[in-house]
């Protein structure tokens, strides 16, 4: 082959390679560019994402099973009113007592969330002498660190904030469903009205002004707790949490490192 | 459930749904079933695309000569239905109008964020090019033979270029085998990224997994292939000549290897996943043998794949034992059930995924309507219009009269010989 030609051609890739590289950072800015102007949350002009690191606990001790945050939240988020679209629900796990005998320590699982624990919950069909015992488990986006529904939203509608909320702009979400199928919680929805997908901020229109989460202010047992890693105040409640619990995430296995902590989960929650 | 007993529950209709439409725990979100039937003719579809693209590569990278009278039937097929493949995404979406945005601000870490480049790809680099200068010399012939608008139509195909010298003929049909070979991992990327869509999904045991992307490259192979038998047929008993022998033979043999690929790589699937055991199989197992039992057992598994595979298979080991038309009549019936098996493998994968919770704890049920934007007539619409389109094709790319004397080997049908 011509050694001229072939010395041209290195160059030529050469200058290309470098043209690749140097364009990114300008692609990257660009891209920046676009999603700042398009993006859009609720949170007030000032408010910096990256002074912020918001945690949520749940001692699922504590609940009760009186659905007053579910209601606070569906009033709070404009959340449709069915009985299939919930931000945060409450789970009722009855474990029966085994079979005498038997080679189970446990018996049957039964899990119900009538109305989403919205309205409270009515007596177990199970007999009481056939309990052996029975907690509610108060559920909301887990807040993954490696979070599956941003990852798969086309376009970015669905992203992480540095401060830990995983939000949704619904004026730029198009309305795939792929974020939905992608939470392995079942946390999120189609807004049949705003044909858009939603799931809990964290109340981020309160928490960036600095309230707190509508489901956080009303529970009478404080079964929630929650609080901002990076400012943490005096005898800071979330601070207590992790130092006195012994502390779990659910679904572990799916490496989605959920920073939704819970105390005192028994192993039939899923 | 009983397994012997959901076939006739589930013939006892809609009124047993309704009333046990929830069965066990699933999570309060998940009542809304998300993707309906939509999305499952969206993979039918690209699938068709990329097995007749197959089927046409076989003719030019492997030099499979018998197949040549499919050639371009093969080609048109994978243009007709590529051109409609997005038509189900779109519709599905909750704002179409803001589809663009998949363009202009691609996540990139997402894997559906991908499509619209993969298919652009497809189309202008591939197939449209392909096609290009398959028909370079025969435009430039039609468009001198035909007035009117067909003739302008087939002037603005040629795009100016009117050169059929020899030389150039032969830079065609060099240019041809490059773009499909180019072509044939570019197919493989079409599909094996629609698999890759479901098989990303680690929240969903019955999506995520490794196997996905291949399965749906062979089912696709097996339902392409499939297909354009149907198709050749059928054009042949249209245009009332007589098929090609060697050729159905050609394509019966392909379409049964491509079975037998696709039947191994999903039993291997299945296998790995009893032997594993997961958390999650339970609950698979269940759905098997209880809401999907009809189309995954009966229907995928029995009538799309092992009868045609043992059909199929007749043929190739007692090829001369049964009379030419018998063995067409296989390879016809055999291909229609592949078809129809295929397309149950896509529900079973789209609405099968959908009917458990993620909770492992229970199971819903898929209702459908007939109409909406996701019911029954706007679905079978969307499968409907890739054949009308093919049907507009076929009549102005692959005319009774052929373009020229050696223009007849690769016309739609050619008599018998
Ligand atoms: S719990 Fe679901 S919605 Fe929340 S961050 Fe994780 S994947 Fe996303
Ligand atoms: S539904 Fe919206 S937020 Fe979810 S993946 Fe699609 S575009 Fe993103």
Redesign the interface.
């Known amino acids: 082959m011509n050694p001229v030609m072939t010395r041209r051609r290195m160059l030529g890739a050469l200058s290309g390679a470098l043209g690749w590289i140097a364009s990114r950072p300008a692609a990257h800015a660009a891209k920046a560019a676009v999603q700042n102007l398009l993006a859009s949350s609720h949170a007030p002009k000032g408010y910096d994402p990256t002074k912020h690191k918001w945690l949520m606990c749940i001692d699922v001790e504590r609940c009760i099973g009186c659905g007053l945050c579910v209601d606070a939240c569906k009033r709070e988020n404009h959340v449709p009113e069915a009985s299939s679209f919930f931000r945060t629900w409450i789970e009722r796990y009855v474990i029966k007592v085994p079979a005498a005998g038997g080679n189970d320590a446990r018996g049957d699982v039964l899990v119900d969330s009538p109305n989403g624990g919205r309205d409270g919950f009515p007596p177990s069909a199970v007999p009481r002498e056939e309990i052996l015992k029975s907690f509610f488990v108060p559920k909301l986006c887990n807040l993954c660190e490696h979070s599956p529904c941003a990852q798969a939203c086309p376009v970015g509608a669905t992203f992480d904030s540095p401060d830990g909320a995983v939000l949704v702009d619904s004026t730029y979400c198009i309305g795939c469903g792929f974020c939905i199928q992608a939470c392995p919680y079942g946390c999120r929805f189609l807004n049949p009205e705003t044909k858009t997908a939603e799931k809990c901020s964290l109340c981020y229109h309160r928490i960036t002004r600095g309230l707190r989460p509508a489901c956080v202010e009303v529970c009478p047992t404080q079964a929630r707790i929650f609080g901002d890693l990076k400012n943490p105040v005096e005898n800071d409640p979330v601070q207590e949490f992790v130092r006195k619990n012994k502390v779990f995430t659910l679904k572990p296995h799916l490496g989605t490192e959920p920073r939704v902590l819970y105390a005192n989960i028994d192993k039939e929650v899923r | 459930m009983d397994p012997l007993l959901t076939p006739v529950v589930q013939a006892a209709g809609e009124a047993h749904h309704l009333a046990t439409s929830i069965e ?9 079933l ?2 309906s039937v939509l999305i499952v003719v969206y993979p039918y579809i690209t699938g068709l695309v990329a097995g007749a693209f197959i089927m046409a590569s076989l003719v030019r990278v492997f030099n499979v000569k018998a197949l040549t009278p499919v050639y371009r039937l093969a080609l048109l097929t994978a243009l007709a239905f590529l051109v409609c493949a997005p038509l189900p995404l779109l519709f ?5 109008e ?2 663009f ?2 363009m ?4 990139t ?5 991908m ?1 619209g480049f993969v298919y652009a790809w497809y189309m202008m680099a591939v197939l449209l090019l392909e096609l290009w200068c398959e028909y370079r010399r025969d435009l430039v012939v039609w468009s001198e033979r035909e007035r009117g608008l067909k003739g302008l139509l087939y002037r603005v195909i040629t795009l100016g270029v009117r050169d059929i010298s020899p030389a150039a003929l032969h830079l065609d049909e060099r240019m041809s085998r490059i773009i499909t070979v180019i072509g044939i991992p570019s197919a493989f990327l079409l599909h094996g990224y629609v698999g890759f ?1 479901f098989g ?5 045991p019955w ?1 995520g997994n490794v196997l996905m992307p291949v399965i749906f490259i062979f089912s696709a192979m097996a339902s392409g292939m499939a297909l354009c038998v149907v198709l050749y047929k059928e054009l042949c008993w249209f245009r009332r000549r007589a098929v090609d022998d060697a050729c159905l033979d050609e394509m019966g043999k392909f379409l049964f290897y491509a079975l037998l690929v696709d039947f191994t790589v999903e039993g291997l699937d299945w296998l790995h996943r009893l032997y594993a055991a997961e958390e999650s199989i339970s609950v698979l197992k269940q759905l098997a043998q209880g809401r999907l039992f009809n189309t995954l057992l009966v229907i995928q598994l029995c009538l799309g794949t092992l009868l045609p595979l043992l059909a199929l298979g007749a043929t190739q080991l007692m090829h001369g034992r049964i009379p030419v038309w018998f063995r067409q009549r296989i390879y016809y019936n055999s291909a229609f059930l592949i078809l129809i098996g295929v397309l149950a493998m896509r529900w079973n994968v789209v609405i099968g ?2 009917l458990f ?5 229970g199971f819903a049920t898929f209702k459908m309507g007939l109409e909406g934007q996701e019911g029954w007539l706007l679905s079978a619409g969307l499968i409907l219009l890739p054949f009308l389109v093919l049907g507009v094709l076929v009549w102005l790319f692959l005319p009774e009269r052929p373009a020229g004397p050696d223009a007849k080997k690769t016309a739609a049908a050619p008599t018998a010989g």
């Open positions: 066990g725990y699933v999570y309060p979100n998940e009542q809304n998300l993707w599905h979406l909750g704002h179409p803001r589809s945005q998949v202009i601000t691609p996540h870490s997402s894997p559906m964020a499509f869509i990303s999904i680690k929240a969903n999506w995924g959908q919770s993620k909770s492992l704890r």
